[in-house]
């Protein structure tokens, strides 16, 4: 007597409401159990390509970017390997769930004819940026040069809010922090050069309603760009509070 040979199975993804509800939709095994005898023949139905599927999404997601994404870079995931999916007449592709320009997000892939069939596929929408990133590991207090600074592409929705894009606008700036090798730089971690120094003679500028005078003073304090410092004017002998300005100068408003 001759043995009986199992028929292979198929799997067809089937989705609907319940699967949307879930989140995942429900992927079936349909055994088709025919009973073939050793020997009749058993033809598998035509399956979609795995690269259609993918080219698919990657279209649908590009055509959503905004103006100038053409650089960004797209991975579609999936689908996994070994799923086969019957040859489908009418692909269609929506965002599941918030539909993000950049970043992670999910597309649904739904076959409308001849089967009936849905999978959802995860997305990876990257946006290179150039950012200035530390060459070294840099202490607090390092006044920067241009050795210390290079300028690497990074995806800009993992950059930091404030990431630095011009390397030379920040030559002879000074960290507040320290930072590590790689590690991209932010305004928030930098100050200016200390210009004035405690007991150095400074130019005084007394300016205003059209008025500018200068005199000789003497800082009673260390500053940088923008901060308020003491001066003593020379001649007078008077303290005043100023701002000291990218000259290393002194202004004192008149009021």
Not at 116 to 123: F, K, N, Q
Not at 153 to 173: F, K
Request: aromatic share 4%; proline share 7%.
């Amino acid at each position: 007597m001759r043995k009986r040979r199992a028929a292979p199975s198929f799997l067809i993804p089937l989705g609907g409401a319940d699967a949307n509800a879930a989140g995942l939709g429900a992927i079936f095994t349909l055994a088709l159990g025919l009973g073939l005898g050793a020997t009749s023949a058993w033809a598998a139905p035509a399956a979609e390509s795995p690269a259609t599927i993918r080219a698919a999404v990657e279209a649908f997601v590009r055509a959503g970017l905004p103006a100038g994404g053409e650089r960004v870079k797209i991975d579609v995931q999936g689908p996994a390997p070994g799923l086969l999916f019957p040859r489908c007449a009418d692909l269609r592709t929506a965002y599941f769930g918030n539909a993000n320009p950049f970043g992670a997000q999910t597309v649904e892939v739904r076959c409308a004819s001849p089967s009936v069939w849905s999978l959802y596929l995860p997305v990876r929408v990257d946006r290179p940026q150039g950012a200035v990133v530390a060459a070294r590991a840099l202490q607090a207090g390092h006044t920067l040069t241009a050795a210390d600074l290079t300028t690497v592409e990074r995806d800009a929705a993992r950059l930091p809010p404030g990431a630095v894009t011009d390397a030379q606008a920040l030559v002879g700036q000074v960290l507040r922090y320290s930072v590590a090798a790689g590690q991209p730089l932010v305004q928030s971690m930098l100050t200016g050069p200390q210009l004035v120094h405690y007991g150095q003679s400074v130019s005084l500028i007394a300016q205003g309603m059209g008025v500018r005078l200068v005199a000789l003073g003497q800082a009673m304090a260390d500053g940088r760009v923008g901060q308020s410092v003491l001066v003593r004017n020379v001649q007078s002998g008077r303290v005043v509070s100023g701002i000291v300005d990218a000259q290393g100068q002194v202004v004192v408003p008149l009021q």
